[in-house]
């Protein structure tokens, strides 16, 4: 079975910068997104940014031009590019990959931004 392994989360200061990966353990084909997720504590899981088959990216208003995600399609991979990071970033952070048929998680990674 597919699994997406997710790496580069840790302990970081306000301001700081991490570069999350997250890699299918095999190829996945058909994929029609990639995308990032985070649940803070206490709060609903929400949606951080997405990467379409076609490149076409899209980010949330609290993470804009802070954040950036990317894919190597290759390789079956979605980066997250978090720069500037903030308290308010803390979350434990999921991956999603989208195929025809259905979509993978990631078991999630945790970022903790400290003031």
């Known amino acids: 079975q597919v699994q997406l392994v997710e790496s580069g989360g840790g302990l970081v200061q306000a301001g700081g910068s991490l570069r999350l990966s997250c890699a299918a353990s095999?190829?996945?084909?058909?994929?029609?997104?990639m995308g990032w997720y985070r649940q803070a504590p206490g709060k609903q899981r929400e949606l951080v940014a997405t990467?379409?088959?076609?490149?076409?990216?899209n980010v949330a208003e609290s993470v804009k031009g802070r954040f950036t995600i990317s894919m190597d399609n290759a390789k079956n991979t979605v980066y997250l590019q978090m720069n500037s990071l903030k308290p308010e970033d803390t979350a434990v952070y999921f991956c999603?990959?989208?195929?025809?048929?259905?979509?993978?998680w990631g078991q999630g990674t945790q970022v903790t931004v400290s003031s």
């Open positions: 095999e190829r996945i084909l058909s994929i029609n997104a």
């Open positions: 990467i379409t088959r076609g490149g076409r990216t």
């Open positions: 999603n990959i989208a195929g025809a048929y259905r979509s993978y």
